[in-house]
């Protein structure tokens, strides 16, 4: 049998058949493992669907190659060899960057150079296999055992990256059933349309009129600003009113804050909750969460998971000639396919009965025609979320399958036809007739600033320029229309300041009237037009995105109306994610960030943390309600830690420029802050030793605390000193080598070892607030005096002359400077203070705000600018 098996069965060409399969599938897994964030899919459902179609897809091929002769076979070896290798090379080493694929076509015709190299290297590539068949025969167990183990090894890293944050909603599905089933008496649905841009709306509503006769009830608030630029952090914060600062991952987040969002608060009080996101990972995971949120999987959405990520393995491992293929205009080759193939049977509908619509809107449009009814016994709530008007334009306003062109009148176009499909909806809900009986949003989560489609005017506002780019302007201009219970009328306009902040406490508003408001913002139905308020806006966008945390986020905050480029203000603060998983190395700095632990303190209070003198748990943090209030940090190790305290001051109606902290282990007083603003403050435990129960007890003294009844802002009898609303415990892994420079720029070093009260760095340095910090460890630790030295300036102005700065090292002063000139200042760090790890704080005398003095709109407060380090041992 041995012999029979020897001398007819060719084993050895499993081995390039292997190689040309298992390429394109590693390819795939390494796509899985560094974008697992984007797929609903378990690991185990893609090694069960995969691995039997490659079985198969092997077994044949070994079956064909068998029968070929002995010189057919070496050439076919050769070819399939070199097809795998040109494979792994193009996906693994060249691996173009075409940008985030969101559904904006990609302009092919840019890159036709990419399209020449492409095909001179595949030419080339498959002639010379070809040309070296029989040398790649002797060679064959060697070749490809090599190319298999390298890509092996290049998956592992990205494996254990991903079992560090594992999805949450890949144990989760979201059930269709009672999908269009109302409440007779009372509805909640907010519709969200991806995208879509307010001066569009403006736009449609100037060009034609006869829309205005949809929204009959509707008052559409022109005058709304975004609260994120993207969809992953506007759609938590529409849903749960909480604000995400890239201060933990974003998936922790997301099942902290919605313990306490609009469904999980409305499905507590027995209402039927449905949540139908555009995309899984943008909601928390948990049965208390929505009435639709199912322990189990969907083969269907996982079967499409699965194959989207052969297509995006086949796209980056394929020539660019071949990359449309996968692409097909944006809607991939397998997934399709492989979604079909796995269509759910339900009662209603029989799996081979089931229709597939080109695009989710028209299934909506399809229901609300057929199906939508009154018939739940229960209040609703409902949440549908279409990727419409988002790229890429396929629908014209007859919801007919054509695409538009990529400008701003292929978005207008598309925008008519997501109005369409409203109104569909609209018409279903008076058929039945519950219109009135609904309380509905029409809404999106941003703008189209992608699209570059640039802002139009709104009707009698001057256009005056400011500091946002176009871009991150269109991106903060969103759609709100909302109706009240019962409203009817034609349509109104209104351009009160809104914000879609305003929805969850509008909602709140209507419902529990006689509840204290859960939630931050406005009812919208009691804005004025008059009114003068300042909103916030994050923007970011997914370029070098690390997936676990969201890209650095740019605040800027808004006064006036939101068409109007004047109104929108940088304020110089950013969000930077927390982790990146990488090491940064310059200058003699490096840093693999790593945090060990995160509390957030918004609508809950993580067990044994924050001790006596604390208030109860609110949506924006929690309040110290005694002068003198206890906090227990967790030290499992003896290392000194980095703790990131997140603070906001009680500032008595604005009567209180500040709060002063003194911050004590025992009767050690360890720092003294001045919290004037929302800011983190950073501090070290060197020197302080974790009791047996592994944990370090500290005190916050708060003097200034003071209750509102008592400075006449209000009747709360609370000691308010300041809020808390997150902790971060870090391990210091940034380091400094003696004898080297760190300079202060954009991206330069020195952002290794910042700590708290900086600005955001521009091109050569770097501005402190009042206080600032630098935490390092030493990279070389001597018995020796270390000599800091640093280039700065002081921010002077009218009676302010020089500035004084009080140098402190693990909190004892070693240094004051005359500030009054850009130069070198210098102190001495005694060799009992230079430990392995080390605090350095700065405290200017004067700091002071631009705007506040009349020299610049600039809002920062301002100490001195930093340009450069030096930090050498003493000779």
């Known amino acids: 049998m041995l012999t029979f098996l020897k001398n007819h069965i060719r084993i050895y060409l499993l081995l390039p058949i292997l190689l040309f399969f298992c390429t394109p599938f590693l390819t795939g897994l390494q796509t899985y493992f560094t974008n697992i964030q984007e797929f609903s899919a378990p690991l185990t459902f893609i090694f069960t669907l995969w ?26 070896i050769a070819l399939i060899t070199g097809i795998a290798t040109l494979w792994w090379i193009q996906a693994s080493l060249i691996n173009w960057d075409y940008g985030v694929l969101t559904g904006v076509p990609i302009p092919w015709e840019a890159y036709r150079i990419r399209l020449i190299l492409d095909t001179l290297l595949w030419t080339g590539g498959i002639l010379f296999f070809l040309r070296s068949a029989h040398i790649i025969r002797k060679n064959l167990a060697f070749i490809c055992l090599t190319l298999l183990s390298a890509q092996l090894i290049m998956l592992l890293p990205h494996y254990l990256e991903a079992r560090k944050f594992p999805p949450s909603f890949q144990n989760f599905s979201l059930s269709e059933e009672g999908k269009m089933d109302f409440n007779p008496k009372k509805n909640i649905v907010i519709i969200m349309l991806d995208a879509f841009q307010a001066d569009i709306f403006q736009e449609i509503m100037d060009r034609h009129p006869e829309y205005r006769d949809y929204f009959e009830g509707f008052t559409w608030f022109r005058n709304t600003t975004s609260q994120y630029s993207k969809t992953y952090g506007a759609v938590p914060a529409l849903l749960t009113g909480l604000w995400y600062e890239n201060h933990m991952p974003v998936q922790n987040f997301l099942q902290e804050s919605f313990k306490n969002s609009l469904s999980t608060r409305l499905t507590r009080e027995g209402w039927m909750t449905h949540l139908y996101p555009v995309a899984p990972r943008i909601i928390g995971y948990d049965t208390a969460f929505a009435s639709n949120i199912i322990m189990n999987t969907n083969p269907e959405r996982n079967a499409r998971d699965a194959g989207k990520m052969m297509d995006i393995a086949l796209f980056r491992s394929s020539p660019q000639f071949l990359k449309p293929f996968w692409l097909n205009d944006m809607r991939w080759r397998i997934q399709n396919h492989m979604g079909a193939a796995f269509i759910r049977e339900s009662s209603e509908e029989p799996a081979h009965e089931k229709i597939h619509y080109f695009h989710p809107v028209l299934q909506f449009t399809a229901e609300s025609q057929s199906i939508l009814n009154a018939g739940s016994k229960k209040p609703t709530f409902k949440f549908f979320h279409f990727n419409i008007p988002h790229e890429p334009f396929v629908l014209n306003p007859a919801l007919q399958q054509e695409r538009q062109p990529g400008n701003r009148e292929g978005f207008l176009t598309y925008s ?92 709140a508003a209507k419902l529990w009237p006689d509840r204290k408001n859960p939630y931050e913002g406005k009812n919208l139905f009691e804005l004025n037009e008059d009114e003068e308020r300042t909103r916030r806006y994050l923007y970011y966008e997914f370029s070098g995105w690390e997936q676990h945390y969201l890209p650095e986020m740019k605040e800027y905050s808004i006064e006036g109306h939101a068409f109007s480029p004047a109104s929108w203000k940088a304020t110089g603060r950013t969000f930077p994610p927390a982790y990146t998983g990488k090491t940064f190395k310059s200058n003699g700095a490096s840093l693999p960030e790593e945090i060990l632990e995160t509390y957030c303190f918004k609508n809950t209070h993580p067990e044994g943390i924050l001790l006596e003198g604390w208030s109860g748990p609110e949506p924006h943090g929690t309040w110290s309600e005694r002068k003198k209030v206890r906090i227990r940090i967790p030290a499992e190790t003896d290392e000194t830690l980095k703790i990131r305290m997140q603070l906001a001051p009680y500032t008595c109606g604005g009567t209180l420029e500040s709060q002063r902290i003194i911050l004590r282990e025992g009767q050690n007083i360890l720092r003294k802050w001045f919290v004037d603003k929302k800011e983190e403050y950073i501090f070290t435990t060197a020197g302080m030793k974790p009791g047996p129960e592994k944990e370090i007890i500290l005190e916050l003294e708060l003097p200034d605390a003071v209750s509102p009844s008592a400075c006449g802002s209000g009747k709360d009898g609370r000691l308010l000193g300041v809020n808390i609303s997150k902790l971060c415990i870090e391990k210091i892994t940034a380091e400094v080598e003696p004898g080297t420079s760190l300079t202060f720029g954009y991206g330069q070093a020195a952002e290794a070892i910042s700590g708290m009260g900086w600005h955001h760095p521009e091109a050569k ?107 050498e041992y003493e000779d």
Request: hydrophobic residues 45%; aromatic residues 8%.
């Open 51 to 76: 691995l039997p179609l490659l079985g198969l897809l092997i077994f044949c091929l070994f079956f064909l190659m068998h029968f070929l002769s002995d010189k057919l076979r070496t050439y076919a």
């Open 765 to 871: 340095h770097r501005w402190t607030g009042g206080q600032a910090s630098l935490i390092f460890s030493l990279a070389e630790k001597r018995k020796r005096d270390l000599r800091l030295t640093l280039m700065a300036h002081p921010f002077l102005y009218t009676d302010i002359t020089e500035q004084s700065v009080l140098v402190h090292v693990n909190g004892v002063e070693t240094a004051e400077w005359k500030m009054a000139q850009t130069g070198w200042y210098e102190a001495t760090i005694p060799s009992d203070l230079a430990e392995d790890t080390m605090e350095i704080l700065f405290s200017i005398s004067h700091p002071a705000s631009p705007a506040d003095i009349g020299v610049s709109l600039d809002p920062r407060k301002l100490g001195m600018a930093v340009y450069e380090m030096r930090l």
């Open 416 to 507: 008519m036809a997501a109005l369409e499909a409203v109104h569909i909806f609209i018409e279903g809900l008076k058929r039945t007739e519950i219109f009135d009986e609904t309380l509905l949003f029409i809404l999106s989560d941003h703008g189209g600033g992608e699209y570059n489609p640039g802002v139009g005017p709104a009707p009698g506002l001057p256009h005056k320029k400011g500091d946002i780019r176009p871009k991150h302007h269109a991106s903060g201009l969103p759609l709100l229309m909302a109706k009240e219970f019962g409203a009817t009328g034609p349509m109104q306009t209104s351009d009160a300041p809104a914000s879609l902040g305003d929805v969850p406490p509008t909602i």
